[in-house]
T-cell receptor, first 112, second 111 residues
Framework: DVKVTQSSRYLVKRTGEKVFLECVQD?????MFWYRQDPGLGLRLIYF???????EKGDIPEGYSVSREKKERFSLILESASTNQTSMYLCASSLESTGELFFGEGSRLTVL | RKEVEQDPGPFNVPEGATVAFNCTYSNSASQSFFWYRQDCRKEPKLLMSVYSSGNEDGRFTAQLNRASQYISLLIRDSKLSDSATYLC????????????FGSGTRLLVRP
């Protein structure tokens, strides 16, 4: 079974703090994604990566950056957390560009 | 107008009922369509892909109507375990990597 593991299930941070969300997949997938999920808005794509050191902006990249130094690991960085970044963050991976997405369990971030 | 629209529900049905959800999409050039299922406080998981000819997987049937730009999901003989949120997913035509998720339709199956 594909496993996508997110480092933290729940985080509470203060405004202005730097936040790292880590994601690791164990199936040698090329593509990795970061989404946020908010009530009524569905999942929105923040960034995705189709290869090591390659990244592309999704629909809502502002306030976020990403890092993919190894194929299995994709990190989401909030340089200076703000209250409007309180959300559920979901990491996903896929083998092919239009293939099935495998999600991690999510990281619920609260910014106070 | 949202790129992918779903009725949020909830659809509240008794066990054994047949229930159908529709999802409309705005870009007629979209090529790939999916239904994902998300249980409460869990991650989304692929339920089924939607093919032009329609497809069936046990009690679940997915249909695509390109002329009217909607996809549907039919669940027959509903089970309590079918209670979940069903997410409609469509690819964005300017990039095959970008899948657009609807905000989901919630289904509650009661005993």
């Amino acid at each position: 079974d594909v496993k996508v593991t997110q480092s933290s299930r729940y985080l509470v941070k203060r405004t202005g703090e730097k936040v790292f969300l880590e994601c690791v997949q164990d199936m040698d997938h090329e593509n990795m994604f970061w989404y946020r999920q908010d009530p009524g808005l569905g999942l929105r794509l923040i960034y995705f990566s189709y290869d090591v050191k390659m990244k592309e902006k999704g629909d809502i990249p502002e306030g976020y950056s990403v890092s993919r130094e190894k194929k299995e690991r994709f990190s989401l960085i909030l340089e200076s957390a703000s209250t409007n970044q309180t959300s559920m963050y979901l990491c996903a991976s896929s083998l092919e560009s239009t293939g099935e997405l495998f999600f991690g369990e999510g990281s619920r971030l609260t910014v106070l | 107008r949202k790129e992918v629209e779903q009725d949020p529900g909830p659809f509240n049905v008794p066990e054994g009922a047949t229930v159908a959800f529709n999802c409309t999409y705005s870009n007629s050039a979209s090529q790939s369509f999916f239904w994902y299922r998300q249980d409460c406080r869990k991650e989304p998981k692929l339920l089924m892909s939607v093919y032009s000819s329609g497809n069936e997987d046990g009690r679940f049937t997915a249909q695509l109507n390109r002329a009217s730009q909607y996809i549907s999901l039919l669940i027959r003989d509903s089970k309590l375990s079918d209670s979940a949120t069903y997410l409609c997913v469509v690819n964005r035509v300017d990039s095959s990597y970008k899948l657009i998720f609807g905000s989901g339709t919630r289904l509650l199956v009661r005993p």
